[in-house]
Protein backbone atom coordinates (compact mmCIF):
# COMPACT_ATOMS: atom_id res chain seq x y z
CA UNK A 1 0.00 0.00 0.00
CA UNK A 2 1.18 3.84 -0.61
CA UNK A 3 0.11 6.72 0.13
CA UNK A 4 1.13 10.49 -0.98
CA UNK A 5 3.56 12.62 0.71
CA UNK A 6 1.26 16.03 1.95
CA UNK A 7 3.08 18.98 3.91
CA UNK A 8 2.11 17.65 7.28
CA UNK A 9 2.59 13.83 6.95
CA UNK A 10 4.33 11.21 5.36
CA UNK A 11 2.27 8.19 3.94
CA UNK A 12 -0.45 9.91 6.23
CA UNK A 13 2.20 9.68 9.28
CA UNK A 14 2.77 12.46 11.47
CA UNK A 15 6.13 13.71 11.06
CA UNK A 16 6.79 13.01 14.74
CA UNK A 17 6.21 9.51 14.11
CA UNK A 18 8.36 9.23 11.11
CA UNK A 19 11.20 11.23 13.69
CA UNK A 20 10.14 8.68 16.36
CA UNK A 21 11.28 5.58 13.96
CA UNK A 22 14.29 7.32 12.27
CA UNK A 23 15.91 6.95 15.88
CA UNK A 24 15.10 3.78 16.10
CA UNK A 25 16.45 2.87 12.75
CA UNK A 26 19.61 4.78 13.41
CA UNK A 27 20.18 3.06 17.07
CA UNK A 28 19.16 -0.49 15.35
CA UNK A 29 21.53 0.32 12.33
CA UNK A 30 24.35 1.40 14.43
CA UNK A 31 24.26 -1.91 16.92
CA UNK A 32 23.49 -3.88 13.27
CA UNK A 33 26.60 -2.72 11.66
CA UNK A 34 29.01 -3.64 14.54
CA UNK A 35 27.49 -7.11 15.42
CA UNK A 36 23.94 -7.86 13.99
CA UNK A 37 20.73 -7.98 15.51
CA UNK A 38 19.37 -4.51 14.62
CA UNK A 39 16.03 -6.06 14.40
CA UNK A 40 15.75 -6.43 17.61
CA UNK A 41 15.21 -2.52 17.81
CA UNK A 42 13.70 -1.16 14.26
CA UNK A 43 11.03 -4.03 14.05
CA UNK A 44 9.65 -3.33 17.02
CA UNK A 45 9.55 0.33 16.70
CA UNK A 46 8.17 0.09 13.24
CA UNK A 47 5.30 -1.88 15.00
CA UNK A 48 4.60 -0.06 17.38
CA UNK A 49 4.83 2.97 15.69
CA UNK A 50 2.28 1.83 13.27
CA UNK A 51 -0.20 0.92 15.91
CA UNK A 52 -3.10 -0.86 14.64
CA UNK A 53 -1.98 -1.27 11.10
CA UNK A 54 -1.33 -4.93 9.95
CA UNK A 55 2.23 -5.89 10.51
CA UNK A 56 3.03 -6.66 7.27
CA UNK A 57 3.00 -3.14 6.54
CA UNK A 58 5.63 -2.53 9.29
CA UNK A 59 7.91 -5.58 8.58
CA UNK A 60 7.26 -4.50 5.08
CA UNK A 61 8.42 -0.73 5.69
CA UNK A 62 11.35 -1.85 8.03
CA UNK A 63 13.13 -4.00 5.04
CA UNK A 64 13.14 -0.54 2.94
CA UNK A 65 15.92 0.89 5.58
CA UNK A 66 16.93 -2.51 6.51
CA UNK A 67 18.36 -3.28 3.34
CA UNK A 68 19.72 0.43 2.03
CA UNK A 69 21.90 0.83 5.13
CA UNK A 70 23.13 -2.46 5.28
CA UNK A 71 24.65 -2.00 1.79
CA UNK A 72 26.38 0.86 3.20
CA UNK A 73 28.48 -1.50 5.55
CA UNK A 74 28.72 -3.90 3.35
CA UNK A 75 29.95 -1.84 0.88
CA UNK A 76 32.54 -0.55 3.50
CA UNK A 77 33.71 -3.86 4.09
CA UNK A 78 34.41 -4.49 0.90
CA UNK A 79 36.85 -1.74 0.22
CA UNK A 80 38.64 -2.52 3.41
CA UNK A 81 39.25 -5.99 1.85
CA UNK A 82 37.33 -7.88 4.69
CA UNK A 83 35.18 -10.15 2.03
CA UNK A 84 36.36 -13.66 1.22
CA UNK A 85 34.29 -13.95 -1.76
CA UNK A 86 34.90 -17.72 -2.27
CA UNK A 87 34.64 -18.23 0.91
CA UNK A 88 31.28 -16.15 1.41
CA UNK A 89 29.90 -16.16 -2.59
CA UNK A 90 28.24 -19.40 -1.80
CA UNK A 91 27.13 -18.47 1.32
CA UNK A 92 24.58 -15.90 -0.43
CA UNK A 93 22.79 -18.89 -1.73
CA UNK A 94 22.79 -21.35 1.16
CA UNK A 95 21.19 -18.42 3.26
CA UNK A 96 18.68 -17.25 0.27
CA UNK A 97 17.61 -20.87 0.29
CA UNK A 98 17.26 -21.40 4.05
CA UNK A 99 15.63 -18.54 4.45
CA UNK A 100 12.80 -19.61 2.28
CA UNK A 101 12.85 -22.98 3.57
CA UNK A 102 12.47 -21.34 6.91
CA UNK A 103 9.30 -19.06 5.84
CA UNK A 104 7.71 -22.25 4.79
CA UNK A 105 8.30 -24.04 7.90
CA UNK A 106 6.76 -20.68 10.00
CA UNK A 107 3.52 -20.85 8.39
CA UNK A 108 3.30 -24.63 9.78
CA UNK A 109 4.50 -24.51 12.82
CA UNK A 110 3.68 -22.63 16.26
CA UNK A 111 5.36 -19.52 17.18
CA UNK A 112 5.30 -20.24 20.54
CA UNK A 113 7.87 -23.36 19.70
CA UNK A 114 10.94 -21.79 18.51
CA UNK A 115 10.50 -18.85 20.90
CA UNK A 116 11.00 -21.50 23.65
CA UNK A 117 13.94 -23.18 22.03
CA UNK A 118 15.55 -19.58 21.75
CA UNK A 119 15.08 -19.23 25.83
CA UNK A 120 17.10 -22.39 26.40
CA UNK A 121 19.34 -21.59 23.89
CA UNK A 122 20.39 -18.56 24.47
CA UNK A 123 22.34 -19.07 27.55
CA UNK A 124 24.46 -21.56 25.97
CA UNK A 125 25.23 -18.53 23.01
CA UNK A 126 25.91 -16.22 25.84
CA UNK A 127 28.27 -18.63 27.72
CA UNK A 128 30.01 -19.16 24.77
CA UNK A 129 30.34 -15.11 23.72
CA UNK A 130 32.07 -14.85 27.53
CA UNK A 131 33.51 -17.94 28.10
CA UNK A 132 36.44 -16.29 26.09
CA UNK A 133 37.63 -12.81 26.73
CA UNK A 134 39.47 -12.68 23.54
CA UNK A 135 37.83 -12.27 20.20
CA UNK A 136 40.53 -12.82 17.41
CA UNK A 137 41.89 -9.55 15.20
CA UNK A 138 43.63 -12.33 13.45
CA UNK A 139 42.35 -15.69 11.83
CA UNK A 140 42.97 -19.01 13.81
CA UNK A 141 44.10 -22.53 12.25
CA UNK A 142 41.71 -24.41 10.25
CA UNK A 143 41.40 -26.47 7.60
CA UNK A 144 39.37 -24.92 4.81
CA UNK A 145 37.23 -27.18 3.46
CA UNK A 146 35.82 -27.71 7.23
CA UNK A 147 35.94 -23.86 7.29
CA UNK A 148 33.91 -23.76 3.96
CA UNK A 149 31.66 -26.65 5.13
CA UNK A 150 31.27 -24.21 8.84
CA UNK A 151 30.62 -21.13 6.60
CA UNK A 152 27.76 -22.73 3.89
CA UNK A 153 25.87 -25.00 6.67
CA UNK A 154 25.56 -21.88 8.86
CA UNK A 155 24.46 -19.95 6.58
CA UNK A 156 22.04 -22.05 5.53
CA UNK A 157 20.77 -23.29 8.56
CA UNK A 158 20.51 -19.58 10.42
CA UNK A 159 19.42 -18.34 6.53
CA UNK A 160 16.98 -20.44 7.68
CA UNK A 161 15.94 -19.21 11.15
CA UNK A 162 15.88 -16.07 9.83
CA UNK A 163 13.06 -16.95 7.20
CA UNK A 164 11.23 -18.48 10.38
CA UNK A 165 11.98 -15.66 13.52
CA UNK A 166 15.09 -13.43 12.49
CA UNK A 167 15.62 -11.35 15.41
CA UNK A 168 19.72 -11.81 16.20
CA UNK A 169 20.58 -13.42 12.65
CA UNK A 170 23.84 -11.56 12.47
CA UNK A 171 24.76 -11.91 16.17
CA UNK A 172 24.35 -15.84 15.62
CA UNK A 173 26.55 -15.37 12.19
CA UNK A 174 29.19 -13.72 14.37
CA UNK A 175 29.72 -16.43 16.75
CA UNK A 176 29.64 -19.31 14.57
CA UNK A 177 32.13 -17.78 11.85
CA UNK A 178 33.99 -16.44 15.22
CA UNK A 179 34.20 -19.76 17.34
CA UNK A 180 33.61 -22.55 14.85
CA UNK A 181 35.00 -21.45 11.24
CA UNK A 182 38.03 -19.27 13.42
CA UNK A 183 37.63 -16.25 11.16
CA UNK A 184 39.32 -13.05 12.60
CA UNK A 185 36.40 -10.43 13.81
CA UNK A 186 36.57 -8.56 10.85
CA UNK A 187 36.37 -10.59 7.91
CA UNK A 188 33.72 -12.17 9.84
CA UNK A 189 31.48 -8.91 9.97
CA UNK A 190 31.98 -8.49 6.47
CA UNK A 191 31.01 -12.11 5.77
CA UNK A 192 28.13 -11.32 7.88
CA UNK A 193 26.99 -7.77 6.14
CA UNK A 194 27.12 -9.75 2.52
CA UNK A 195 24.69 -12.51 3.72
CA UNK A 196 22.23 -10.35 5.18
CA UNK A 197 21.89 -8.27 2.39
CA UNK A 198 21.26 -10.75 0.22
CA UNK A 199 18.70 -11.91 2.50
CA UNK A 200 17.51 -8.11 2.96
CA UNK A 201 17.09 -7.79 -0.80
CA UNK A 202 15.13 -10.56 -1.37
CA UNK A 203 12.81 -9.91 1.65
CA UNK A 204 12.29 -6.23 0.37
CA UNK A 205 11.52 -7.72 -3.46
CA UNK A 206 8.50 -9.94 -1.58
CA UNK A 207 6.90 -7.52 0.48
CA UNK A 208 7.18 -4.49 -2.49
CA UNK A 209 5.49 -6.66 -5.14
CA UNK A 210 3.05 -7.78 -1.98
CA UNK A 211 2.20 -3.59 -1.53
CA UNK A 212 3.81 -3.92 2.33
CA UNK A 213 5.51 -0.90 1.78
CA UNK A 214 4.80 2.51 3.35
CA UNK A 215 7.80 3.81 0.66
CA UNK A 216 7.75 7.62 2.03
CA UNK A 217 8.30 6.61 5.79
CA UNK A 218 11.09 3.56 4.37
CA UNK A 219 13.16 6.25 2.33
CA UNK A 220 13.10 8.83 5.37
CA UNK A 221 14.02 6.07 7.93
CA UNK A 222 16.96 4.83 5.43
CA UNK A 223 18.64 8.41 5.96
CA UNK A 224 18.87 7.59 9.48
CA UNK A 225 19.60 3.83 8.68
CA UNK A 226 22.74 4.67 6.41
CA UNK A 227 24.36 6.98 8.76
CA UNK A 228 24.08 4.03 11.93
CA UNK A 229 25.73 1.29 9.35
CA UNK A 230 28.42 4.04 8.07
CA UNK A 231 29.37 5.04 11.74
CA UNK A 232 29.02 1.45 13.23
CA UNK A 233 30.96 -0.14 10.60
CA UNK A 234 33.41 2.17 10.42
CA UNK A 235 33.57 1.36 14.47
CA UNK A 236 33.74 -2.24 13.65
CA UNK A 237 36.68 -2.00 11.38
CA UNK A 238 38.94 0.21 13.45
CA UNK A 239 38.14 -1.34 16.90
CA UNK A 240 37.53 -4.79 15.50
CA UNK A 241 37.20 -7.42 18.72
CA UNK A 242 37.17 -4.71 21.18
CA UNK A 243 33.83 -2.66 19.57
CA UNK A 244 32.35 -6.22 18.69
CA UNK A 245 32.32 -8.72 21.47
CA UNK A 246 30.59 -5.85 24.13
CA UNK A 247 28.18 -5.37 21.34
CA UNK A 248 27.49 -8.96 20.46
CA UNK A 249 26.55 -9.28 24.74
CA UNK A 250 24.16 -6.54 24.30
CA UNK A 251 22.42 -8.29 21.18
CA UNK A 252 21.70 -11.06 23.38
CA UNK A 253 20.56 -9.78 26.35
CA UNK A 254 18.29 -7.70 24.26
CA UNK A 255 17.35 -10.65 22.21
CA UNK A 256 16.85 -12.75 25.50
CA UNK A 257 14.47 -9.67 26.60
CA UNK A 258 12.21 -9.74 23.55
CA UNK A 259 11.80 -13.50 23.16
CA UNK A 260 10.72 -13.79 27.04
CA UNK A 261 8.09 -10.87 26.51
CA UNK A 262 6.61 -12.28 23.59
CA UNK A 263 5.80 -15.30 25.54
CA UNK A 264 4.91 -13.46 28.66
CA UNK A 265 3.30 -10.50 26.93
CA UNK A 266 2.10 -11.90 22.99
CA UNK A 267 -0.90 -9.11 23.01
CA UNK A 268 1.76 -6.53 23.07
CA UNK A 269 2.80 -7.82 20.01
CA UNK A 270 0.33 -8.99 17.96
Not at 183 to 211: E, P, Y
Amino acid sequence: MFHTLTDNTINGFPLWVVLLICVGVFLASFMDAIAGGGGIISAPTHLIAFGDIPAPYALGTNKVSACIGTAVSTARFIRNGYVDWKLFGPSIFCSLTGSVIGTWLQHRTPDAVLKYMLLLVLPVVAFVTLRNHDWPDEPGEIDPGVQRAVVWLSAFFIGGYDGYYGPGTGTFLMILFIRAAKLDTRHAAGGVKVINLASNVGSLATQLASRYVFLGVGLTAAVASVAGHAIGSGLAIKGGSKIVRPTVILVLILLTLKVGSELLFPDFWG
